[in-house]
């Protein structure tokens, strides 16, 4: 056996792992090959020091902290969902053209209000009470963007007619 | 296809918070903290980054709820979490490799790091925490995969098999690994098994 092949089974030695052939052939090589026995001995020496790199355990608030990035992170996916559900509604209103987006307001008194802290069932009238009252997609800019996101062309005409901004 | 293993009560408790169970989620992260908590602290050497990186793998398990499918040991998937996020975290820290011996004291004298056993006199104890420092130092400075390995298979105690699982290699991959981690953990700590080895005698 050549020191490369000792070096391929050298786990396997130490793990007490090789079939008795193979483990007679690495002793006989460990016997003749002074570098191999010191790796070989090194190995399982290093091995033992490796207990000199202690562990932590988690600080006493890291679960209470875990829970509120949690919350947090539901709270985001809360959001997101309710900015797509109104997106969806203004796309399909303005494909139908019915009137359940309200443009309100003059250009001034946009309401910058993006996040919404809403939780209503997709399609229902509350949703469409949600849409009017929220004043969401005044800006034609934010319309395109939402559509962009769900593949919906939302064109500005269509916007205008519904009684979007003429003027921005 | 799915392989549900028994008992695993990570696969359990993933299923249940696909249904939008939240005390499920809490039960896991206080199941599994232990565990998260002391891989990323081997692998990166720092309790701060460690909880930090900790935490960012349990939103990421959330995350994931509802593509997850109980395909391996729910640890087997976790531990891979953890090194993709550990690894992010190294190239983006770019942390430096020595570590000090001041710096072991103080995270030694703020409870940092579970003691393993006190020294009789001082000068046992410089040499202890000297030797500390240095295996520490040996482990964060293996590349990345041979880091990963060695945490897992010397602290975390997965076998071969467990690890190729984990890290997507094969096993032979994941001895050839481990056979140079625990190489230049050698020839790092040559000094200092020649010392354990004369203690020995």
């Given amino acids: ?168 | 296809m799915t392989t549900r293993a028994p008992n695993d009560e990570g696969q359990e408790l993933m299923l249940r918070i696909q249904k939008g169970d939240s005390r499920a989620f809490e039960e896991l992260v206080d199941l599994y903290k232990d565990m998260v908590v002391a891989t990323a602290y081997r692998y990166l050497g720092d309790r701060g980054r460690a909880e930090d990186l900790a935490q960012e793998v349990f939103i990421r398990i959330y995350r994931a709820r509802k593509t997850y499918r109980p395909l391996a040991r729910f640890k087997t998937w976790c531990y891979r979490i953890i090194y993709n996020l550990a690894v992010n975290e190294a190239v983006r820290q770019k942390r430096t490799h020595a570590v000090s011996l001041q710096a072991l004291r103080r995270n030694e004298r703020s409870g940092d790091a579970i003691e393993d056993g006190a020294a009789a006199d001082p000068g046992e104890a410089l040499e202890k925490a000297e030797l500390v420092a240095k295996v520490r130092e040996a482990v964060l400075t293996l590349p990345d995969k041979q880091r990963i390995c060695l945490v897992l298979n010397k602290y975390e105690g997965q076998s071969y098999a467990e690890i190729a699982e984990a890290m997507h290699m094969s096993i032979e991959a994941v001895k050839s690994m481990l056979f140079r981690a625990r190489e230049k953990v050698r020839l790092k700590l040559a000094r200092y098994l020649k010392i354990e080895a004369s203690d020995e005698v």
């Fill in chain 1, 1 to 168: 056996m050549k020191c490369e092949q000792v070096r391929t089974y050298g786990l396997d030695y130490l793990d007490e792992n090789l079939t008795a052939s193979l483990r007679e052939e690495v002793e006989n090589h460990l016997q003749e090959c002074p570098g191999c026995r010191e790796m070989i001995a090194g190995l399982g020496a290093a091995w033992e020091l490796l207990d000199h790199y202690p562990g932590v355990e988690p600080s006493e608030d890291f679960l209470s902290r875990t829970m509120a990035s949690y919350t947090e992170e539901r709270s985001r996916e809360r959001t997101v969902r309710i900015i797509r559900r109104l997106a969806v509604a203004a796309a399909a209103a303005v494909l139908i053209g019915l009137s359940l987006v309200i443009f309100e307001g003059a250009p001034d008194a946009a309401d910058t209000d993006r996040d919404v802290a809403v939780d209503v069932p997709a399609g229902s009238p509350a949703e469409t009470e949600v849409i009017r009252d929220l004043q969401l997609v005044e800006d034609w800019e934010l319309l395109q963007a939402l559509g962009d996101d769900l593949d919906m062309a939302i064109e500005y005409e269509d916007f205008v007619a519904l009684g979007g901004e003429e003027a921005l």
